[in-house]
């Protein structure tokens, strides 16, 4: 994988991950940061160390509409950094604002995975999900995935991530980038 077409082009802007929780916007985010030599930067843990706390936290404190303004103000501050990979949270992208400014400054990349091996990934560790405490997780994803799956496609990308290792989804997604500036 050292030598990637379009490097210079892929590297030129920030790229953006988004899709549901459990898609693996951070693993992913970080191997793919690793193997093109950018920064990687996960937007919940800016966001936790802004509010010095938890995002579970915060949701629990102050309700979603607080994280979210949070959030939108963080994503912003991030993106003026320059090149690097960014991991959103699942519902970042749904913000108008969010995606507007995501939409003009970098690469959005949609990791789609189906809701089934959401459901799995997901349950691994369910106390890291505020959205999902005290749900039906299988039920939850559904409902998430129908909301939001529409706006995700706006992404300027989609990559199947599902099934595999990281590394055939960090191929893919190599894949997908060299073939987008060719």
């Not at 102050?62 to 519902?91: C, N, T, W, Y």
């Amino acid at each position: 994988m050292a030598d990637i077409k379009h490097r210079d082009k892929i590297c030129a802007t920030p790229i953006v991950l988004i899709g549901m929780m459990g898609a693996g916007k951070s693993s992913l985010g970080i191997r793919l940061a690793e193997t093109l030599d950018m920064p990687f930067r996960d937007a919940d843990r800016e966001i936790e160390k802004a509010a010095a706390m938890s995002v579970a936290d915060i949701f629990e404190q102050h309700g979603e509409q607080a994280f979210r303004d949070g959030e939108r103000r963080v994503i912003k501050r991030l993106l003026s950094e320059g090149p690097m990979v960014l991991a959103l949270g699942g519902g970042a992208f749904i913000d108008d604002e969010t995606r507007a400014l995501v939409q003009e400054k970098a690469l959005s990349i949609w990791l789609d995975v189906p809701v089934d091996e959401l459901v799995m990934r997901v349950k691994k560790k369910p106390d890291k999900r505020p959205l999902l405490k005290n749900q039906n997780i299988d039920a939850k994803l559904q409902e998430l995935m129908q909301s939001r799956g529409p706006i995700y496609q706006t992404a300027r990308l989609k990559v199947d991530v599902s099934g595999g290792t990281h590394k055939d989804a960090i191929y893919r997604l190599l894949s997908a980038l060299s073939a987008h500036y060719g």
